[in-house]
């Protein structure tokens, strides 16, 4: 998926090259802020990645992997499309996990208790 949105970028940008002040993709050193912090020695490459943003999310297993599905909600159409689904091994599944659960001790100890 990411290869496509990189492709429609791509093509959009022709033989002119990149649009004038668009962010140029590079390499950058492994930060908080990015979501990650790389294995000492490696650096975070950030190149074709994009962000979206999703409304509604599920989750299935099987027996070596894990499937995360995220997509957003039309009501108008009753209708959940589905944008990305990401494949993870069971060990990092648990890994999202607990890195999940500690972003969101922190946001709690800062802004207070989120109830669901």
Known sequence: MAKDKEK???????AKGPTP????????P????????APEGFRINEEGAYTARADYFA???AITEALLAFGNVNRQK???KIDAKIVVSVRDA???LMTLQQL?????????????
């Open 8 to 14: 429609d970028v791509k093509a959009k940008e022709g």
């Open 21 to 28: 002040g668009a962010a140029t993709p590079q390499t950058q």
């Open 30 to 37: 492994a930060s908080a802020e990015q979501g990650g912090v």
């Open 59 to 61: 989750g299935s297993l």
């Open 78 to 80: 009753r209708e959940i």
């Open 94 to 96: 648990k890994r999202i």
């Open 104 to 116: 969101m001790n922190q946001y709690e100890d800062k802004y207070g208790v989120i109830r669901v």
